[in-house]
């Protein structure tokens, strides 16, 4: 089992930033971000893959980054120039083998609203 807390969501003005962490209880396999918003499937925003590889939704590249820290198992989401669209529930996404057995876990999500 992974327990994932994930922190940073809140209301920010278009433009400005945001950055969301999610800390992990031991150590994954790849870990990532997604967001959902009412009556739409949760969508990938930003994740690594394959080791130090990453992926970004079209709509983020150049403005969202994905770091870690592996020491705290830790992942984070740099949000900069951020839109109207970007507001959405905000979950943190990890994946880990155990025994041979693939395991994906879901944070509780933090809301990331884009407002004036």
């Known amino acids: 089992q992974v327990q994932l807390v994930e922190s940073g969501g809140g209301l920010v003005q278009p433009g400005g930033s945001l950055r969301l962490s999610c800390a992990a209880s031991?150590?994954?396999?790849?870990m990532g971000w997604y967001r959902q918003t009412p009556g739409k499937q949760r969508e990938l925003v930003a994740r690594f893959t394959n080791g130090a590889s990453t992926v970004y939704a079209d709509s983020v590249k150049s403005r969202f980054t994905i770091s870690r820290d592996n020491a705290k198992n830790t992942v984070y989401l740099q949000m900069n120039s951020l839109k109207p669209e970007d507001t959405a529930v905000y979950y943190c996404?990890?994946?880990?083998?155990?025994?041979?057995?693939?395991?994906?876990?879901w944070g509780q999500g933090t809301q990331v609203t884009v407002s004036s």
């Open positions: 996404n990890a994946v880990k083998v155990t025994n041979g057995v693939l395991g994906t876990y």
């Open positions: 031991g150590s994954t396999f790849s």
